[in-house]
């Protein structure tokens, strides 16, 4: 494990991609420090009488754009340098994608398995408070989602909360993304982050050349893969990614990993651990003790847990080609650096898990608009589309059968919306990142690329704002 803190890992990637840049110092330190930190406690009285203080924390990094943006945690391992770094990391995605939001973090020190559903939401709507008291939750201030140890679930308290105790009633749904569909979520963000980091992998192995310089074929089909940690960000990327054509030979959690070198089916896999408790002893696998999942033999490495797991410990022994990185901060600075110089690809997390906000920046739209994406232009669309297929189907003499007019002449619903435009903003920024690696010679990484990216948009921010010259 590195002693250097997750922030200061943050930091020098930022300062290894400054280096890069023109900007005067103090642009760079406003650009790189965190705004705001709110730390606090409140008292949870458990389902047993007794009290519990509970440690919690947002923090706001950058102000450049609002409002800010970034999820909840719920672990043990949360503290403020964590939340600080996560906010940090949160900057720097909403750039890379175009999102127009500042970055943040929010994490409760828990383990949520200890707790009621009734103590979860004591805990939740407690936290919610605490941020409408300090103004660090608002629609246009600062807009929560989830984030390891939350999901949907935790979003309705919140919006419900916030909705009790706001008077801006007309856009309080804003107020926090990745609510359930029927609280004004939106279709699709559930699975984005996962559907995203399934694109960016998709995008990297379609460029011949980058794979030819790895020594493997191009494209998704065949390409070995191991996942770690089968939440909601593990499990969504593992499942597009044998949707793909990848073989999942590898899958990874607390409890230990399993590998068949033959490929595991997911379903059968996530079956399994809901009979036993567990992934080990899946039939077929072969059980792997806890950390040496990570150094398993695959094409590509997808670790989707927490922070710090390829470190100066086990990078050595790490053998996969590609590490992808769907979680927050998983590769160290010092791992980073040998990794790359080994040629290994690591696609980073800024861009790579950069899907789940992107598609909260669709969800906090369709709230402020109040109206579903393709409402207005369904029918429409698919009346013009069947008008142009009739007409296909005079000028050629072949009458199409229903089904292939429903294929054809389809109006695009929320969903189909929702992932063209996940689609489209991760395949267009992995081309940015490669292009400004190109307009460096290639001889920086792809991480590299994107914090120069962020830095630039940050910075032609601040600057817009006529702050810096
Ligand atoms: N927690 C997610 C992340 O780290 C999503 C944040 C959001 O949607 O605001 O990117």
Redesign the pocket.
């Known amino acids: 494990m590195s002693h250097t803190s997750f922030f200061k890992q943050v930091n020098l990637h930022f300062d290894r991609a400054a280096q890069l840049t023109q900007y005067e110092p103090g642009l760079l330190e406003q650009i790189k420090s965190c705004n705001s930190v709110y730390h606090f406690s409140f008292p949870l009285k458990r389902d047993d009488g007794s009290i519990e203080v509970i440690h919690a924390w947002r923090a706001e990094h950058s102000h450049h754009k609002l409002p800010v943006?970034?999820?909840i945690r719920y672990a043990m391992t949360v503290n403020e340098d964590e939340v600080m770094a996560?906010a940090a990391?949160?900057t720097y995605?909403c750039a890379i994608v175009d999102v127009p939001f500042g970055g943040a973090k929010g994490g409760v020190k828990i383990s949520k398995h200890k707790y009621s559903q009734a103590e979860l939401e004591r805990i939740t709507r407690r936290y919610t408070y605490e941020l409408v008291r300090k103004h660090f939750i608002g629609p246009g201030e600062d807009?929560?989602?989830?984030?390891y140890g939350t999901g949907p679930q935790e979003m309705a308290w919140i919006v419900d909360t916030y909705t009790a105790l706001t008077n801006n009633l007309l856009d309080a749904m804003g107020c926090v993304?990745?609510k359930p569909v029927t609280q004004g979520g939106i279709r699709g963000r559930t699975e984005a982050?996962g559907r995203g980091v399934f694109f960016g992998i998709r995008e990297a192995c379609s460029i011949t050349e980058d794979m030819q310089k790895l020594g493997l074929p191009t494209g998704l089909e065949g390409k070995t893969v191991v996942v770690q940690g089968l939440g909601n960000v593990g499990y969504h990327a593992a499942k597009f990614l044998q949707e793909g054509g990848a073989r999942l030979v590898g899958l990874l959690e607390y409890e230990g990993g399993i590998y068949n070198p033959d490929g595991l089916d997911l379903e059968a896999v996530m079956q399994h651990r809901r009979e036993t408790g567990k992934i080990l002893g899946f039939p077929g696998a072969k059980d792997v003790p806890n950390p040496k999942g990570l150094e398993l033999p695959c094409d590509i490495l997808v670790p989707a847990a927490l922070e710090n797991q390829i470190t100066e410990q086990n990078m050595a022994r790490i053998q996969a080609k590609i590490i992808a990185e769907a979680a927050?901060g998983p590769v160290t600075s010092a791992a980073n650096e040998y990794l790359r110089e080994k040629g290994v690809l690591i696609i980073p997390d800024i861009y790579l898990?950069?899907g789940?906000?992107t598609v909260?920046y669709f969800e906090w739209l369709k709230n402020l608009s109040h109206v579903r994406f393709g409402r207005m232009q369904k029918r429409f669309e698919e009346k013009a589309q069947r008008q142009i297929l009739s007409a296909i189907e005079k000028l050629t003499n072949r009458k199409l059968n229903e089904e292939e007019v429903e294929q054809l002449a389809h109006g695009p619903n929320e969903e189909d919306l929702v992932n063209s435009g996940l689609e489209d903003t991760m395949v267009n920024s992995y081309h940015e990142l490669r292009e400004i690696m190109r307009r460096h010679q290639d001889r920086i990484d792809l991480r590299t690329a994107a914090f120069v990216d962020a830095i630039h948009k940050v910075a032609r921010s601040y600057m817009e704002l006529g702050i810096f010259p």
């Open positions: 943006k970034g999820g996560l990391l949160m995605k807009v929560p989602a989830p984030d993304t990745g982050t927050n898990n950069a789940g906000v909260s």
